[in-house]
């Protein structure tokens, strides 16, 4: 039996996740094989030291810090030697973001001083700060990226429903055509606008700085998120479904195609609020400084559905 000079890797990450701000708890993961060692590449949100070592070295264990605001860290020793230190990355939020190998807005993993403490304080003043910033530009690509993908059919809808004709001038046939229109555009819709649902709640907490002395802006972010608190039943609704998945043989439950069709039509009025203020939320959220709590993944429903405003008549774009 060779006797390890290194600190066991479970008391140095206690002594870590108790210096961190706030509350940190910390779990000891073995990688008995390589295979579950590969396992944490879909999840590993990294592109520095931590993950060319999961990819390319043996990693037969690492420790996950988490905090009680959902930020994960993975944090694993750099070689035998324990003067080397250690290298620590992040986890992406698992209720956000399915894979983040390899993703273009991945923070840098870095490496530790050997004592926790010292590695305590760099991941304080270094780590998360950067962590905070690229998921708050990840959060805002992915809104961004689903408004654009629907808004061009939204704005085609609207104008054949206002025009009575289809986008190439011919007359609608009959009301019946317009609402099969009307139909398919919501079954779309609701997959299409999940990611802004799931996304950007962070983005509007993070804004709080960018318009404290902007009325205008500050008015932006109120509509934006009464929208997305007009849209939480929907959204209590769809994750009860994932729930049930897993729970219920499927010919119990309603089917897919009529509950996209029923909670895009729900959605539809705060869609039109967030395609009118597309290009305003996207100055706002790129101005945003990242802040140091990330926010919930789903908004909170409020005590009354708001009373939203009809969608501005002019073009989102």
């Known amino acids: 039996m060779t006797v390890s000079v290194r600190p066991f890797l479970g008391d140095i990450a206690d002594r870590i996740a108790e210096l961190l ?7 000891v993961e073995i990688y008995s094989h390589p295979v579950w060692q590969g396992d944490l590449l879909p999840w590993l949100w990294d592109s520095g030291e931590l993950v060319r070592a999961v990819e390319d070295q043996r990693v037969p264990y690492a420790a996950r810090l988490t905090s009680t605001t959902g930020v994960e860290l993975l944090l694993a020793e750099r070689g035998p030697d324990p003067q080397l230190g250690y290298l620590v990355g992040a986890l992406a939020p698992h209720q956000e973001f399915d894979n983040s190998y390899d993703n273009p807005h991945t923070p840098a993993g870095i490496v530790l001083p050997s004592r926790p403490r010292p590695a305590a304080r760099v991941i304080t003043g270094t780590f998360l700060p950067a962590y905070h910033r690229a998921l708050h530009q990840r959060r805002t690509d992915a809104v961004l990226a689903a408004l654009d993908a629907i808004g061009a059919e939204y704005d085609a809808q609207r104008a054949m429903h206002a025009s009575g004709r289809f986008s190439d001038g011919i007359p609608l046939s009959s009301p019946e055509v317009l609402q099969e229109a009307e139909r398919v555009l919501a079954d779309r819709v609701w997959l299409e606008f999940l990611p802004v649902l799931t996304h950007a709640p962070g983005v509007l907490d993070n804004c709080g700085t960018a318009v404290a002395h902007h009325p205008a802006d500050a008015g932006v972010v109120r509509r934006l998120t009464d929208a997305l608190a007009f849209c939480a039943p929907a959204m209590r609704v769809w994750q009860d479904r994932l729930r049930d998945l897993g729970l219920l043989p499927h010919r119990a439950l309603e089917p897919p195609g009529q509950m996209g069709t029923r909670l895009g039509r729900q959605v539809m ?13 996207a100055r706002i959220a790129h101005a945003a400084l990242a802040s140091p709590t990330p926010a919930a993944a789903v908004a909170p429903a409020p005590a009354a559905r ?12």
């Open 21 to 27: 701000p706030g509350e940190w708890t910390a779990q």
């Open 306 to 317: 708001p009373v939203l405003p009809p969608p501005s008549p002019s073009a989102h774009r």
């Open 269 to 281: 009025p705060a869609l039109g609020i967030w395609l009118a203020e597309t290009d305003a939320f």
